[in-house]
């Protein structure tokens, strides 16, 4: 709230502060100007303040357009006061010269001049136009009608010196004006060049102050020099100031009767400010011109060499391999980061042929496969390549580049960028070595899995057979204890017998059972339920499936999928009978299929878990088994390209999932 109310007072105070100066500087300019007029006897020779309240309305903000007119008014109507004339002239002749710079800003705003376009040669012409051409002919239209009524001054004679002393008065002062106030030309490149600019404007008043006042018109040929060179040396800035000061200078001396043509005999006042306009038209204009043009360029170079040192600067000190090569294939610049890495220095690569800096094969392919692309198509992108470094060491890298064909030379060059993937390479070769490792353990274990598994049904055979050969031949000869222990001996016997076998099944999902017969599911799943049938009969379940597809796969292993999850369907069956139904739906390149059953159901808890080996939720009191089958079921769906999972809540039964692939698909690693 405080700083708001703060910066309000700030506004209004730069706002009087503006206002005061606009009416100060106005009524300067309007005091020479009249004064001038008077001294030509009242024939007008150049009036400066138009120029000026122009330069205003187009630079500050609109909300003092309203205060900035008055203060000029009331300025402009304090000098002619000041000179004598009656208040309805002053007025008369102040609304005159309103109008005029209303119709110039009316003009520049409604034919888009009015934003400022200090180093554009069109904008200089497009306002120049306006103000110095049209608008003062309204100005003159009632300027000359106002002092027609009051002094009876021939009225087309006021117009004419009306009209060509305030468009004299925009060509000299609207420059200077425009300049300074718009900030970012302010004086710019004269910075630190004050005692030069006091040498050039001492310069330039001394030879028109010393030489015209010795009556001679040629010697206004030695300004032409001195106002290039300050065009050249202070461009916009210093040539408007010039021109200005030149402009005060020359019209002061010729209305004086000083200088060379204020001097010339015999010739009319009128004839004599005419003479006046020519010389001040034939230097200013010119100078104007020539310093706009020298300040669009030198605007062009900076902005050109900007961009070049923004250029090189990302080139040298990216941190990225970057070089160029020329027509002939040899280097034309590096990036600094290309040379770090390298570890050379630029000399020792410059005027080198890039595939210098490849190890062999790297070189074989650029020349025969990678170049000969290159040139068809103009870029290569994420090209392997390796770089040898000074050292020897070897960098991977990916290269991508492109052709730049010169604007100025129209020689083709590329530019090409590259990116260290050593990091990437070490970690992709250690991951090839883990998988290799992981894959041959892993075959270790299955091939340690089936030769324990199959050792074991041997031994374990021959304890079944012989506690049963102990219960059946002895059993009359001992006591219960002793057949009780003969019966558990067994039982455990049986159950190992069950696990070894299942583990050897386990352990051979991997290398048995083709891949790419085609198994009709439906098949499948009717061997499965038919391995199945006396627990089948025993829960009266009910098996429902329809439309099964046809997919590639081992034909034995989909079937003790299927026999295994339809199994479990029915063993886990609570104290309604069973009811299992199998379906498929086809999902972009797999088969899912899906078996419900209405059993006990499976806790979200051990969804994951049922899958691992050995992994069982029950005691074998409740549900004997041996917490292998769904671990082959995971083995076969996953060695098929499928997965498998289970959705279920405890107590409403399970619904088991499977995706199996519809086509015979490429095993990884193997790309045609
Ligand atoms: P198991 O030989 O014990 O049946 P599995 O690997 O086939 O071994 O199953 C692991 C565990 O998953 C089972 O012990 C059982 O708790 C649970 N399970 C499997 N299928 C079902 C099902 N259809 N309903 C409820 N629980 C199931």
Redesign the pocket.
Known sequence: MQEGAHSAKAGIRNRIVAAFLVGLVSFAAASLGIGWTREAGNIASLWPPNAILLAVLLTRPPEERLQNTLAFAAAVILANLSFGDSLPIGVGLTLANIAEIMTAYWLTRHYGFHAFRLDGLKWWGGILLICAVVAPGAGATIGAGVIHAGFGAPYLLVWTSWWAADAMGMVIFFPLAAVLLKESLQLRGAGGKLAEILLVAALSGGIVWFLFGQYDLYSLLLLFPVLLWISIRMRLAGAAAAVALCGIALTWLTVSGLGPIGQIPDMSITQKVQDLHYVLLTFSLPTIVIAVVLERNHGLVQATAESERRFRHLYNESPVMLHSIGPDGRLVSVSQYWLDKMGYTRDEVIGRRSSEFLDEESQKRAAEEVMPRFFREGSIRDVEYRFIKKNGEQIDTLMSAIQDRSAADGQSRSLAVIVDITDRKIAERKLAATIEELERSNRDLEQFAFLASHDLQEPLRMVKSFTELLRDDYSAELDDKAREYIYFAHDGATRMSQMVQ?LLYYSRVTQEGQLDGAVDIGVAVNAAVAELTSAIDETNAMITYSDLPTLPGSSPQITSLFQ??I???I??KNDKDPIVSISAEREGRFWHIT?T?N????DPR?HD????LF????QRDD???????????RKVVERHGGEIW?E?ELGN??K?HLTLPAELEESPGDDG
């Open positions: 299942d295994n999850i199994g479990n369907a063993k886990y078996v059953d059993g006990i159901g499976i051990h878990r049922i899958f691992g992994k069982r939720l029950h549900f004997s088994g041996t917490g292998i089958g769904l671990a082959i079921c289970v279920s039964g399970a088991f």
